[in-house]
């Protein structure tokens, strides 16, 4: 009897999954997760494809600059026969690595608190105070971050070089004398001033976050502190400033890696002395070719590439370090954007 009551129910399992309707909807499931499937080996492909794609850099680097072969050797393509510091201690040398780190390090973290200070009063500004021009104001902000610096390196360079403090030194010239300028070319504050006043490199774009980010912060904040007796400065310093901690440090990240890796206006603004690393590989590269050439144990591409290696260490150091926060950050202003 149980057996054939097993078969009844297999009969009827077997009629009801037969049934038109039924069989559409097995077709529908199917069709279902083998797109799914599809959909997912596409993007793991594409996702493997453009992370190569964006580390292959980083690869380069890395094979080339423990690379003790020769560079015409054919069976080398991505792992040396021969490891070597050989390259890395010769870029250190050719750079002096420690100086120009210092260099960097004073260009880069000087302007980018700078930035963050200028940036932010003038962000505030446009996101809470009401004049007469703002709107024009903050379109020629945004257009900013669009204009090339081709355009006005050369008058940026003569300024910085005859620094005449925003033209009071031309007072000189009225006692029949000459004007009262100072060169601020090959010195760190070539990039300082222009940060001070939130010109520097990309400070349209802080300025717009920052603007972004206090436009979406509740005013009742504001009409507390003004209850409490506080004017404005008092309220940006003491209320506004220390809650928008995630706008800073996206900021600040910003600043740093731009300046870090600036090459255009640092190879104008220094020739002589306290030049950034990325000036000081360009300048180096013909002296690393000159003394290394293409033959031998030692050569420049080599060398090249653990210079440029070098010069990215402390960028990755901090992205390492930082990546956490500079994503919560980022987040951050999105959404109170």
Known sequence: M????????????????????????????????ATRWVWALFRTALLIGLGFIIIYPLLSMLSYSFNGDFMGNSTFVWIPQRFTMENMQLAWKFLEYPESVKNTLFIAVGSSILQIISCSLAGYGFARFDFKGKNILFLLVVLSIIVPPQTYIISTYLDYKFFSFFGIGNIGKLFGGKAWTVPLTNTYFSFWVPSMFAQGLRGGLYIFIFKQFF????KELENAAKIDGCNALNTFIKIMLP???????????????????????????????????SVV?????????????YSGEV????????????STIPLLILYAVAQKYFIESVAKVGVKG
């Not at 054939?4 to 049934?19: D, H, Y």
């Not at 928008?244 to 890696?257: M, R």
């Not at 590989?281 to 290394?292: G, K, V």
């Open 281 to 293: 590989i360009f300048r180096q590269s013909d002296f690393m070719r000159m003394m290394t050439g």
């Open 299 to 310: 050569n420049y591409q080599f060398i090249l590439n653990a210079a440029v290696l070098l």
């Open 243 to 277: 809650n928008a901690g995630s706008a800073c440090l996206t900021v600040f990240l910003f600043s740093f890696v731009w300046h870090w890796n600036d090459y255009y206006v640092s190879n104008m603004m220094f020739q002589t002395k306290n030049e950034p690393l």
């Open 2 to 33: 149980e057996i054939k009551k097993i078969k009844s129910l297999n009969r009827e399992k077997i009629a009801e999954w037969t049934e038109p309707n039924n069989v559409k909807h097995i077709k529908k499931v199917v069709t279902y997760k």
């Open 215 to 218: 436009a979406g912060m509740p």
